[in-house]
């Protein structure tokens, strides 16, 4: 899951360095005190960065895992849901991470059966399809190539269930932690530019 963490801080630095110019930020705390809200306008579109733990796992579209608990990346935020839109450039990211003591057998077969919901599954490991199918009915495989830049890490330990199309996925990401196991739960919705001329190539 640290990569879905750097790209949102990367997004929002970019945002804020190509925008610097009629660029309106809002900024506050959340009330609950669970993280903050950050929004950016410029003249060519705008962006909102939320922090609080709820409203991505609300979001989301994925159980939380039973007993499972909040990995923090910084004293505060532990979860990120990041909008941005450019004209018809539109790029959404939800992500969370926990962490639990039970084995990744148990979190995969939870998973499984949480993201049957969205249709066929895949489970991946790196850039390979485990078992079949291998591509959901809607063409989302496990080719790092397909469905944009986002990738998760490349680790031959980590496992990754996958629902949805290139363009809307859901993505869980099961990790061994000692004997217990780190979760990532992402979705994305990618811009249809982007997924279009990575076909092409």
Not at 45 to 65: F, H, I, N, R
Not at 147 to 166: F, P, R
Not at 171 to 191: Q, Y
């Amino acid at each position: 899951m640290t990569k879905q963490f750097r790209l949102v801080s990367a997004i929002t630095l970019a945002v804020a360095l190509t925008a610097a110019n009629g660029c309106r930020v809002d900024e506050h705390k959340n009330g609950n005190g669970e993280g903050e809200d950050v929004k950016i306008a410029t003249p060519f579109g705008g962006m909102s960065v939320k922090t609080d733990q709820s409203v991505v796992e609300g979001g989301v579209g994925l159980a939380t895992y039973p007993g499972a608990t909040i990995v923090k990346k910084d004293k505060d935020n532990g979860a990120a849901d990041v909008n941005m839109s450019f004209g018809s450039f539109h790029l959404g990211v939800k992500a969370i991470s926990y962490k639990t003591p039970d084995a990744p057998d148990k979190v995969l077969a939870f998973y499984r059966k949480d993201m049957a919901k969205f249709g066929t599954v895949i489970l991946c490991k790196g850039s390979h399809a485990v078992g079949s199918p291998d591509h959901t009915q809607d063409g989302l495989s496990c080719d790092k190539d397909h469905g944009g830049k986002i990738n998760m890490d490349e680790d031959s330990a980590q496992q990754e269930l996958k629902a949805g199309s290139k363009l809307h996925q859901h993505i869980v990401a099961i990790d061994a932690d000692g004997s217990g196991t780190k979760i990532g739960l992402v979705s994305l919705d990618l811009p249809g530019h982007l997924s279009d001329s990575d076909e092409k190539q």
